[in-house]
């Protein structure tokens, strides 16, 4: 027989237990009643607390063993897996702990080498001047990107290198003449 998986089956297999082992004693009390063979009196009270009596022993004997042998190694296997099931809980706490602490170190570690990377630069006078000359990009760059100061001529267009060439009325280039 499988052990039942889930509580509300081992709760049923239990109880099922318990009935068929009342209905074999208050069978064996019957067979034992009719056939004569312990205290038999003339009176049906003092018969029926006779067998009430026997089959409560019977039972609460049978309790007794079955808690002796069956309960306490049920008890065991249910201990020995929640010990388990804590155990692995605290493995992984522990595995997730150590991760976070590694996660860590790498950081730690990356910031040091960048820190030291930027201390190296800082120190070199190739970079300095490298900085200098891209302070001095930027500073053009501005400069380029502000407006021109002084009024447009509007009236005559700009040369924008394209002259000598002969253009159409539309504006497009005329296909060269073949000499």
Known sequence: MQPASNPQNADELRILGLISFVSIL?????????AGLWLVADEVRTNALTYTMGAFTLQGMGYFLWKMLAQDSMDQKASLANMQKTMSRQMQKQQMGFAQKQMEIEM??????????LDQLEQDPEVVQYMALQQEMQNAAEEAVNAPSHPADKKTPMALGATGKARKADGTFAKKKKE
């Open 108 to 117: 730690k570690k990356q910031e040091m080498m960048f820190s030291h990377q």
């Open 26 to 34: 208050v069978g064996c009390a019957i067979g034992v009643f009719d």
